[in-house]
């Protein structure tokens, strides 16, 4: 029966974060407004921490939401370099007493963010950051100390078919003077609010190729690319269950099938690459293509997925 699988892994999963006391972090300060089309807010959460605060109304879609949780959370779980995410929970009154807490629309409308459950992004940096950009001149590029976690995103971004590109941000701090790259903004997974994958060879890619000027072959793409073909459903499942019902209008329908579209393509990762490779970008210009190519391992059947 639809639905049957996922309500099973809630409720698994929510008695799991009630013997943790799991809470949404309490946001108590807006800092101000962040650059990008979703337009979050730079917020101080109750946890003192400063979070990317994603609101359930932004100009983008509801949708994005969930995207961030769910492609994030995956990328943290393969090890590649990501904030740390949460929920967010943000007050009536706290919107209403604080100025800017809103959302410019089209025809020059304006409305106030939405209460609620919103999604949080750990601010790169922190309350007492080093040096945090996000452009750097191509001799520092070269030297970014987890340069080979692009190879990485991009098989992850290939897997969750980001229709937009991909965006890092690089930090460093008074003792590691060589920055590192923090992967963010997986809110157009999934095409954004379409919950579709329309693939395309130059889609969830970084702007400049230097960042893929190691690649060799398959074995760049390790240890995340087979770390995702392997990953078993059921953790899969449990990343989806994590997301707050109303950030997708409570269609659980619609997230399983999108789950059920996800699992399916581990399959497909390889050959998404590939187009890329052989795109007229020409992003790998060391590929060897004499090398052996690994053959992914057989693939279990796709469970029905049910919440």
């Not at 890092?168 to 999934?190: E, H, K, L, M, S």
């Not at 890329?276 to 210009?285: H, L, Y």
Request: proline share 7%.
């Amino acid at each position: 029966m639809p639905g049957r699988r996922l309500k099973v892994v809630r409720t698994v999963i929510y008695s799991a974060l009630a013997e943790e006391s799991y809470l949404p972090v309490v946001a108590v300060q807006s800092i101000r407004r962040m650059r990008g089309g979703a337009q979050s807010q730079l917020m101080l959460g109750a946890d003192k921490r400063l979070w990317v605060v994603k609101f359930q109304n932004n100009p983008q879609h509801l949708r994005v939401l969930a995207n961030e949780l769910i492609a994030t959370r995956l990328a943290e779980a393969v090890g590649l370099t990501v904030p740390v995410t949460d929920i967010i929970e943000v007050s009536d009154w706290l919107i209403a007493n604080t100025p800017g807490m809103v959302m410019e629309l089209p025809h020059h409308r304006t409305e106030l963010c939405r209460p609620g459950l919103q999604f949080g992004s750990a601010f790169i940096g922190g309350l007492m950051p080093g040096q945090v950009v996000d452009y750097l001149p191509e001799p520092q590029l070269e030297e970014v100390r987890n340069l080979r976690e692009f190879a990485g995103m991009l098989a992850l971004d290939k897997w969750t078919g980001n229709a937009n590109g991909r965006q890092a941000v690089f930090d460093r701090t008074p003792r590691n003077p060589r920055y590192r790259a923090t992967f963010i903004d997986q809110g157009f997974c999934f095409h954004a609010g379409d919950w579709t994958f329309s693939d395309s060879p130059l889609r969830g890619v970084y702007l400049r190729n230097a960042v893929y000027a190691g690649v060799t072959g398959w074995p760049s793409f390790e240890p995340w690319l087979t770390r995702i073909e392997e990953m078993k459903p059921n953790a899969i499942y449990r990343i989806a269950e994590l997301v707050p019902p109303e950030w997708y209008e409570h269609n659980t329908p619609a997230l399983e099938a999108l789950m059920e579209r996800l699992i399916a393509r581990r399959s497909r990762i390889r050959e998404l690459i590939a187009a890329f490779r052989d795109s007229n970008r020409n992003p790998f210009p060391q590929w060897n293509r004499t090398a052996t190519i690994a053959v992914p391992q057989q693939f279990t059947a796709t469970p029905k997925f049910v919440m």
